[in-house]
């Protein structure tokens, strides 16, 4: 079973991870945190989540999961907090900030498995929608996305144990919003389960367009394919063409780099590369040929501009994500014909959006 630490103690904990211990230091608003700061709180939630009964009936591994939550859902509190001029305490965006803190602690600093480290920096991320959900502008979409990337009975077990672990006077009105979203949950048929479509395709076209359901049933009309790798430097997407899709045609960015001979950190001559194989695909495209497209495409925003491309052409698109440990993505980018610099990968790395498998038509994880 994987373990954040071994020794549960929590002088321990603070001494081993220096982002417990700068939550010593992080006000939070009185009048929804009158218990004081991220530090006394994450203690609060912490027992709070241990004393649950819907806690203790998960197994070990799920329970490891669910408190390492409690220790790192607040960890960007530190970078997203400020003392606006009434005097009133806020920290927008920190669940967001803290999806990409989480990702690469874990995967960087601490060895996690790949499904364990995105379930848990995905609770981060998620740890207050059970309270939002129905201020969202479509609150069944985004609980079904939601379903897809995280277990919903986990994210509600932590959302009462994060409103418990807290003094505030709402506090009743806060835990019965949790029982509606667990509700919604049941309702929509993914209550501690990802909702199911009737296919891959139904699943891509229900997130992709405005005006379906999750009922609806596409016709498919696809008339090509696109492979669209996505991964870190050095993580083998070379290789993995050379094994398994050698058949293919192919569009490279580093091949383009080569050719014009520029560097994977100027940012304005890559604006040409992307230019110039955005080109060559829709030649592919239009002759209905199949073919791979080899970035990094880390980045959801840079991954759906592609599959909007791709779908504007009735092409389907097979997305794979390909991650190796943290430790072989620096020795096989080091053996790379063009090594991309070390704090260039550490700063992509805490940009990193892992591929969700509602961004395509199907998402593959080589991991």
């Known amino acids: 079973m994987w373990q954040l630490a071994k020794d549960k103690h929590w002088d321990f904990l603070v001494e081993q991870f220096d982002w417990l211990k700068d939550m010593e230091a992080v006000p939070q608003d009185p009048r929804h945190h009158a218990e004081g700061n991220v530090d ?31 220790l790192m859902h607040d960890i960007e509190k530190r970078s997203t907090t400020v003392i606006e001029a009434d005097g009133s305490i806020t920290s927008k965006n920190h669940a967001k900030r803290g999806e990409f803190t989480v990702r690469e602690i874990l995967y960087c600093d601490i060895e996690t498995p790949f499904f364990i ?12 929608l059970p309270l939002w959900i129905f201020e969202k502008s479509d609150p069944q979409k985004t609980l ?3 379903s897809l990337e995280v277990n919903t009975e986990w994210l509600t077990i932590f959302a009462k144990a994060d409103v418990l ?54 016709f498919d009309d696809y008339k090509s394919e696109v492979i669209l790798l996505s991964g870190l430097p ?14 293919y045609k192919i ?4 091949d383009i780099r080569r050719e014009l001979k520029i560097s994977p950190t100027d940012s304005k001559g890559n604006g040409k590369v992307v230019q110039l194989a955005k080109e060559q695909a829709k030649k592919y495209l239009r002759n209905e040929t199949p073919f791979v497209w080899n970035a990094t495409n880390i980045t959801r925003q840079m991954r759906e501009q592609l599959i909007d491309m791709f779908t504007t052409y009735k092409a389907r698109t097979t997305l794979i994500y390909l991650e190796v440990p943290f430790t072989v993505q620096n020795r096989q980018n080091q053996s790379r014909e063009s090594i991309v610099p070390p704090m260039a ?18 998402v593959i994880y080589v991991v």
């Not at 609060?44 to 409690?70: H, P, R, T, Y």
């Not at 569009?251 to 580093?254: G, Y």
């Open 345 to 362: 990968v550490r700063k992509m790395i805490s940009k990193l959006e892992i591929p969700q498998i509602w961004e395509a038509n199907e």
């Open 251 to 254: 569009v490279s960015l580093d």
């Open 40 to 70: 006394v709180h994450t203690q609060m939630v912490l027992k709070e989540l241990l004393s649950l009964s819907e806690f203790q009936k998960l197994d070990e591994q799920a329970k490891e999961i669910l408190g390492v939550v409690a």
């Open 144 to 146: 079904l996305q939601v």
């Open 117 to 128: 480290r995105e379930q848990i920096a995905k609770l981060v991320r998620y740890h207050g």
């Open 234 to 247: 050095g993580v083998g997407k070379d290789t993995y063409i050379r094994k398994y899709l050698k058949d």
């Open 165 to 218: 672990g807290r003094i505030c006077e709402d506090q009743s009105e806060l835990l019965y919003r949790i029982e509606l979203f667990k509700e919604l949950c049941i309702e929509n048929d993914c209550w501690g389960k990802p909702k199911a479509f009737y296919s891959n395709l139904a699943k891509f076209e229900y997130f992709m367009k405005e005006d379906k359901q999750p009922n609806y049933q596409p």
